[in-house]
């Protein structure tokens, strides 16, 4: 543990965050982590269940005095995106995240952090091991795999669970009470390519700097998709130069905004065909310097218009030899670059109900052009199943309509506003009484568990919080020290007030 929050811990909170911070926990690798949090309940001697999902629930019975008050759920989730600055060389699969203190905030070095949501597991641990904290029944689910389609929420037996409030922990900003959130949809659309033999001059186009986020609460922000930018910079050069594309590829996760993308294409050149004395080397190297020029005038024209949303916008042009390599078939290219310019991406319908509430949205998240396939995974999210599944029959018939194939990988509900909540009011009386000002009550695009677990447990009155974050899914994701603290501090209160 960094020894700057040593002396200012509070409750273990930042022991406990740096210990899970410590083992690898990206989604689909959780058994280190789900086993972490059960040899935690053990040495708490507290009851907990281990599931084939990974998913931990850890109960810890009322203090005296509370034995009739209603149990509380506090429910966060284990796993976290895995983003990295190009440069690294982190092992998410086997290396802890490096965490770093500058000022008030924690961040990594050079990765995501993954408070979101390892604070909501330190949170949960340093309040079961609370001796002194008088509460009602707690029992605490910690999810699996919600970063990439709340699998492990899908999968969580809830029968044994008696809480009638419960109390997600996965919320970014302190001071705002959320009560609703978006539905979602994750999908891939497939695009067999065809391919041809070539030969030339292969040039890597790289873009980067790009602010990037979180496709729910980021979407909004008129972040630029680092894939679409690529998507247009080759329509655009194509309008002045002939090319080959061998390969295309932007982002790494669904619900993250990419911020970089790569092509390599193929400068082409005829060698069975050039006239003897003909210079096949100079006539590559001076097309590469006018489609290097050309692609210097675009970039210049895209920094113009992005100068105030994207002010890092870069671009990279690398001369990558001659070779024979196979550029996808005219055809397969333009139907690849068709489906990426043309299918639905950022902010697709705002709420009328809600001033400056996204309801429906679609992030271009992962793209790929491999050797037989392209391949497009989405993130959809609206606050409407209706509209939810208009737009991913969209995507379909988009994809249908070029010869590809639609898959829905995993699909969440929406977490409705509840009309009546005594879990709200309570937050809310004790919030006015400790910081003297109002809590903002609101809803979100970003997608929780909270929809899918309001439907296991009928009747659960739900709301949600959590400390100061900023862009978080990105390798600039940073924790509020002081804003961590003074939402524990609230957290305390909330188990220790009797809920009127």
Request: proline share 2%.
């Amino acid at each position: 543990m960094i020894k700057s929050l040593e002396q200012i811990d509070y409750k273990g909170i930042f022991r406990y965050f740096s210990e899970i911070s410590a083992i690898p926990r990206g989604s689909g690798n959780e058994r280190k982590i789900s086993d972490y949090l059960a040899a935690f309940a053990k040495s708490q001697n507290l009851e907990y269940t281990q599931d084939e999902a990974m998913n931990v629930i850890i109960i810890k019975e009322a203090t005296e005095g509370y034995e009739d008050e209603p149990a509380i759920i506090l429910q966060g989730h284990m796993d976290m995106v895995c983003e990295k600055v190009k440069e690294s060389t982190h092992d998410f699969l086997n290396d802890g995240i490096k965490i770093m203190v500058d000022g008030d905030y924690i961040h990594a070095d050079g990765t995501t952090l993954g408070a979101d949501n390892g604070i909501a597991i330190a949170y949960i641990m340093a309040m079961l091991s609370d001796e002194e904290l008088p509460h009602p029944r707690i029992e605490a689910i910690i999810t699996a795999d919600e970063e990439v389609g709340m699998h492990g929420a899908h999968a969580l037996d809830c029968t044994k669970l008696k809480g009638k409030y419960m109390i997600n922990l996965d919320s970014e900003e302190e001071g705002y009470l959320l009560v609703s959130c978006a539905g979602g949809l994750r999908t891939t659309c497939s695009l067999p390519v065809n391919r041809v033999d070539g030969y030339g001059k292969i040039v890597r186009i790289k873009i980067g700097g790009l602010k990037g986020g979180h496709s729910g609460m980021d979407i909004d922000k008129n972040r630029t998709n680092a894939s679409r930018l690529l998507g247009r910079l080759l329509f655009d050069l194509r309008e002045s130069y002939e090319f080959g594309v061998i390969t295309m590829q932007g982002g790494f996760k669904d619900n993250v905004i990419p911020r970089e993308a790569e092509a390599d294409i193929l400068i082409g050149a005829d060698k069975d065909t050039e006239e003897e004395n003909s210079d096949i080397e100079g006539a590559l190297c001076q097309r590469y310097e006018a489609i290097k020029d050309k692609i210097a005038q675009l970039m210049k024209v895209y920094q113009k218009e992005l100068a105030t949303s994207e002010p890092e916008l870069n671009f990279e042009v690398i001369d990558k030899g001659e070779a024979e390599c196979r550029p996808l078939h005219h055809v397969s290219f333009e139907k690849v670059l068709f489906m990426l310019l043309n299918m639905p991406d950022g902010v697709q319908v705002m709420s009328s109900d809600i001033e400056g509430l996204v309801e429906s949205s679609l992030n271009v998240g992962i793209f790929n052009v491999g050797e037989e396939k392209a391949e497009f995974t989405d993130s959809v999210r609206s606050s409407y199943g209706s509209y939810k599944y208009f737009m991913g029959s969209k995507l379909e018939y988009l994809i249908s309509f070029l010869g590809g194939e639609y898959k829905v990988n995993s699909d969440y509900p929406a977490w409705e506003y509840m009309k009546d909540s005594r879990l709200r009011e309570h937050l809310q009386r004790i919030y006015k009484s400790m910081y003297q000002k109002d809590m903002k009550v609101e809803a979100i695009h970003a997608g929780l568990e909270c929809g899918i677990l309001s439907e296991k447990l009928p009747g659960i009155d739900i709301v949600s919080i959590g400390p100061d974050m900023e862009r978080v899914h990105t390798v600039d994701e940073r924790l509020s020290i002081s804003s961590t603290i003074r939402v524990y501090k609230f957290l305390e209160q909330i188990v220790k007030e009797k809920i009127r």
